[in-house]
């Protein structure tokens, strides 16, 4: 073969290999440009999968936080013996309120537990229980219907601040009843039956150690009698006692609830929190307010 056919075919050989090697490089370059590309879309569709699931989990627990928390609601307000058209509603709001509802809840839970101590025919006080914080009501903005009246601390401070709003309305408040001891209710008791027999008596009179006054947070203000729903002080208190954590014990009509007819003149320390939820969830009865709060401490299941 001819020098410069030799020459020629090895020309043509050496820049084939070289064109083969140029695609070769270009091809592993297409690759590694690709396989980052790939590991990328891997990883973000991981984050989102991972994501998602977090968020599911999150649905999950928060709708089993809420139906712990309606179940709780409900199993209270079957241990209160709430009448059905409350319960319902208090469940409602347990479903369409629970942040709120609970909120409420706490409020009226976390201060003095005796401000929302249920004391009735079926939850007595002991006998030697005296509050450690009473002090003389000495009158002020309010007047006091006899000598050494006493109140807890509290209760006597907003009852001054509750006076001092019914004065700014031309009102006057008269206290005539305040802490009463285990032993000087069963002298009041005692004379009570003397004078209407037992069966009248339980109407109008609470047992030793199952009267709020041994609290120390209830008063009777005026007359002590049905004429007092006649006053203006009887009407003041109906509209604004509430916002001052003041409320009405033995509302009219209830008194197989309560146990005692209705005592226009019986009101007793809340405090504001305790009140604003008696008034909002439970009608204004106290009562009510006070089983439901008294069985969700106890954790009612």
Known sequence: MRPSVILLSLSLFGFSLFASTLFACAASGDRAAAAPAASQAKLAAAAAAAEAKLAAAAAAAERSAAEAFAARVSAASRTAALPPALADTLLLAARSERAALAAEIDSALSGDPFLVRLVDKKTALPADYAPAD???????????????????????????????????????????????????????????????????????SARAGQSQHQLGLAVDFGSIDDSFAETSAAAWLTANASRRGWSLSYPKGLETVTGYRWESWHYRYLGTAAAALAQKRFGGVQQYALEFLDAWGRGSR
């Not at 009246?149 to 401070?157: D, G, H, P, V, Y």
């Not at 009852?159 to 008269?174: F, P």
């Open 134 to 204: 009473l002090v003389p009501l000495s009158g002020g903005s309010y007047i006091a219907g006899r000598a050494g009246m006493l109140l807890r601390e509290a209760a006597a401070r907003s009852l001054e601040a509750m006076a001092a709003a019914a004065h700014a309305d031309g009102i006057s408040l008269v206290v005539s009843s305040a802490y009463r001891s285990y032993a000087y209710q069963q002298t009041v008791r005692a004379r009570v039956e003397a004078e209407l027999g037992e069966a009248a008596a339980d109407r109008e």
